[in-house]
């Protein structure tokens, strides 16, 4: 397939994922499973860490292109190829086994490699940081703080609702103690995000 055929494969797979086509998605997984399969193997890896770092990398791909904020200068298996070698990588060095560790495709693929895949892993490495970061912080909160929290910012409860809900004498009271909660879940996560 020349690189004109497979960037239109590219460009009409990537409108399918953004309508939501699941079989989409499947002929994504399939396509581009076998390359990144045999980097993690000869690699030091095994099969179910291929499984990991793929799933993670189809996901990393799959999210920027729901939110549509996928800016492909390559075709989509480069792209997933350069996110995929990120993530072994880290992997890798994290248990120590790089050392000694020659990347056998590091020849072949190094002119590819610069394709942008490495800011969206990092974007996406740093929104998982702040989403856990947040939960922290929202579980040493505390009552009625994250009830209220909770209420309002993530099931869309009125302040009516969540007046009666918590028994405040109106909706302004209810609105004060939000305020002052939401400060406090701030100071936390602020706190926790600078240390990690």
Known sequence: MDSTTALAADAQLIRAIQGGDERALSQLYRLHWPMVSHFVLQNSGTEDDARDVYQEGVMVFYEKVREGSLELSCQIKTYLYA????????????????????????????????????????????????????????????????????????????????TAEHGYTNADTAKTQKYKCLTRLKKLFFASYKEA
Do not use: I
């Not at 560790?101 to 490699?113: A, C, E, H, T």
């Not at 998982?128 to 009830?147: I, K, N, Q, V, W």
């Open 83 to 162: 996110v995929c070698r990120r993530l072994w990588l880290k992997r890798l060095t994290t248990k120590s086994r790089l050392h000694g560790v020659r990347l056998l495709d590091d020849d072949d693929y190094g002119p590819y490699l610069n394709t942008g895949a490495e800011d969206d892993l990092h974007e996406a490495e740093e929104r998982d940081r702040r989403f856990a970061t947040m939960s922290e912080a929202l579980t040493h909160l505390g009552e009625p703080c994250r009830s209220l929290l909770e209420g309002f910012y993530l099931l869309d409860k009125s302040m009516q609702d969540l």
